[in-house]
């Protein structure tokens, strides 16, 4: 069949509701950009990539576990979530993986809403929220961030209804790297009652230095409360994309019914493994990080006073209608960061060389 290029307008086989969804916009590509600026590279700091490469013995467990990938994956991942189990004190039956954390919560929401039930979250969060709430058919409600660029839990327990049947508390919260510290965490939870399941998104965890923000898995006396949680972050493991949850076991095991067949797959299963082999450089690597967080809000913060501080890997400067214009201007002298327009514009923590880049191009940008 020849495709000559004429077509009669399509009949309508996709959804209507998604025109109005905006697309997840990843962190454009580096090499794209050094090519059109004729820079020998560019530098990503768009996507809240840990910088420092592959833990050890990753790449040679991947490399091990490819050598069967004519094989299907162990569907069940007894062996990661067993790891997980041990290294979180709980019983693997309360652990589900799937991939990446935001699947997971696509997979919670398909497991709990139907069409027309309530997904309450803060705005601005993450980013894929949205989405997953409407190719879930269920019904999204946002409650604007507070002053701050925090989740405002009081407005959000009043937003509670008896449609209402998952909260996301994004903890700390992409983009704004706002946290909710315990006391208003324990109040909220003890508002929205027991028929609600509260989604306590940790993708950033082991970037919190503050300590009065809980650790989530510290609520799960409550059958409500579900704790999500990556490993590409400060495990390293974007490129092979996996997460996991801790929930009730009724609760995990509803997901594990749901989620798509194979989905961690084997080269993810190996790597993970071997990542959590190497808590104490995880540790390393976040300290370093942490230092270079503070250091950049820090001298941000003497252009853009209201920086937020961050309890994640990245850093938001509340820039409002100038925000694409200032991602522009980042790019121009070869950095890549992460414009939301009308918002703010979120820049991940790289290395100090990169951090510098990104300040002397902000600088130039914001003086």
Known sequence: MTDTGRHEPPLRLTRADLDALPNYVPGRSPADLARELGLPEAIKLASNEVPYGPLPGVVEAVAEAVAGSHRYPDMGVVALRQALAERHGVHPDRIATGCGSVALAEHLVRATCLPGDELLYSWRSFEAYPIIA?????TSVRVPNDAGHGHDLDAMAAAVTDRT?????????????????????DRFLDAVG?????????AYREFVTDAEVPDGLTYLD???????????KAWGLAGLRIGFLVAAPEVAAAVRKVVTPFSTSMAAQAGALAALA????????????????????????KFVPDVPASQANFVWLPLGDRAVGFGKA????????????GDGVR???????EN?????????ALA
């Open 134 to 138: 409407a190719t879930s058919g269920a």
């Open 165 to 185: 049947r998952m909260v996301l508390v994004c903890n700390p919260n992409n983009p704004t790297g706002t946290a909710v510290r315990k006391a208003e965490l």
């Open 194 to 202: 027991e028929d609600v399941l509260v989604v306590i998104d940790e």
């Open 222 to 232: 409550r059958p409500n409360v579900v704790v999500l949680r990556t490993l590409s």
């Open 278 to 301: 190497q808590a104490d450089e995880v540790q390393r690597r976040c300290a370093l990080v942490v230092a270079e967080r503070d250091r950049v809000t820090e001298a941000l913060r």
């Open 330 to 341: 980042c790019e121009a002298r070869g950095v890549i960061v992460r414009p939301f327009p």
């Open 347 to 353: 820049v991940t923590i790289g290395t100090p060389a």
């Open 356 to 364: 510098d880049a990104f300040l002397a191009a902000a600088e130039s």
